[in-house]
C-alpha cells in the first residue's frame, strides 16, 4: 500500500519568515495530494490541494508542488502569522482506489512573535 | 448543514466494555471514514464505506466494526475495548465526481469533531 513520510516533525520560524514541509509517497499511482491544518482541539481542515496533472498550486500566502518524477510535494507558507501555528498533514490518494487517503504523521508548526 | 457530527465528544471505558460512536452527515456524501489520531502518527484509517451496504478495511481495522445502513449514518463499534485503543477518533466523508477512464476521483474530507476515547 501507499507509504507517506513527512518533514519535519516540528518546525519553529520567526513571524513574517517563510515555512517549508516536504513529504515523499511511495506509490506512483497516487494522484491526488491534499494538506490537512489542524489546530489545537479541532479537526483536521483543508488547506489546499493539488492533483498529478499540475506541479504547483497557489493560494494567497500558501503553495504546494508536486514532483511526480521523485514522488514528493511540498507546502509552502510565506510570510508566516501566528495564527499559522498548527499542525499540518499531508495525504496521498492512490488513483481509482476506493481506500482514500494515507496521510503523513504531521509537523507541527510553532510561528514565534 | 449541520456537516460531520459525532457523539459522544468525549468517553471513559474500562477494559473489555463494548461502546458505539455515532457518526453523521448530511450533505449526502457517499464516502464516509473512521480515523483514529495517536500523538506522532498522524491519522489511521479503520474502517470505509463507499455506500450504504458498502464496507472495507483500512490499516488499522482489528477490534473495531462498522456499518453503513444508510447514506447519513456511520457508526464505529468498539467490541471489546483494550488500553490500546485510547485515542482520538474522526469520521469524515467525502462526495465522488467521475474519474478518468471510468473510474471514480474522491475529493475533499470533511471531517467531525472527533471523540476523544480513554479506555482504562
Known amino acids: 500500500g501507499e507509504n507517506v513520510e513527512q518533514h519535519p516533525s516540528t518546525l519553529s520560524v520567526q513571524e513574517g519568515d517563510s515555512a517549508v514541509i516536504k513529504c515523499t509517497y511511495s506509490d506512483s499511482a497516487s494522484n491526488y495530494f491534499p494538506w490537512y491544518k489542524q489546530e489545537l482541539g479541532k479537526r483536521p481542515q483543508l488547506i489546499i490541494d493539488?492533483?498529478?496533472?499540475?506541479g504547483e498550486k497557489k493560494d494567497q500566502r500558501i503553495a504546494v508542488t508536486l514532483n511526480k518524477t521523485a514522488k514528493h510535494f511540498s507546502l509552502h507558507i510565506t510570510e508566516t502569522q501566528p495564527e499559522d501555528s498548527a499542525v499540518y498533514f499531508c495525504a496521498a490518494s492512490i488513483a481509482g482506489s476506493a481506500r482514500q487517503l494515507t496521510f503523513g504523521s504531521g509537523t507541527q508548526l510553532t510561528v514565534l512573535p | 448543514n449541520a456537516g460531520v457530527t459525532q457523539t459522544p465528544k468525549f468517553q471513559v471505558l474500562k477494559t473489555g466494555q463494548s461502546m458505539t460512536l455515532q457518526c453523521a452527515q448530511d450533505m449526502n456524501h457517499e464516502y464516509m471514514s473512521w480515523y483514529r489520531q495517536d500523538p506522532g502518527m498522524g491519522l489511521r484509517l479503520i474502517h470505509y464505506s463507499v455506500g450504504a451496504g458498502i464496507t472495507d478495511q483500512g490499516e488499522v481495522p482489528n477490534g473495531y466494526n462498522v456499518s453503513r445502513s444508510t447514506t447519513e449514518d456511520f457508526p464505529l463499534r468498539l467490541l471489546s475495548a483494550a488500553p490500546s485503543q485510547t485515542s482520538v477518533y474522526f469520521c469524515?466523508?467525502?462526495?465522488?465526481?467521475?474519474?478518468?477512464?471510468?473510474?471514480?476521483?474522491?475529493?475533499?474530507?470533511?471531517f467531525g469533531p472527533g471523540t476523544r476515547l480513554t479506555v482504562l
Open positions: 493539488i492533483r498529478s496533472n499540475v
Open positions: 469524515a466523508s467525502s462526495y465522488r465526481t467521475p474519474g478518468l477512464a471510468g473510474g471514480s476521483s474522491y475529493n475533499e474530507q470533511f
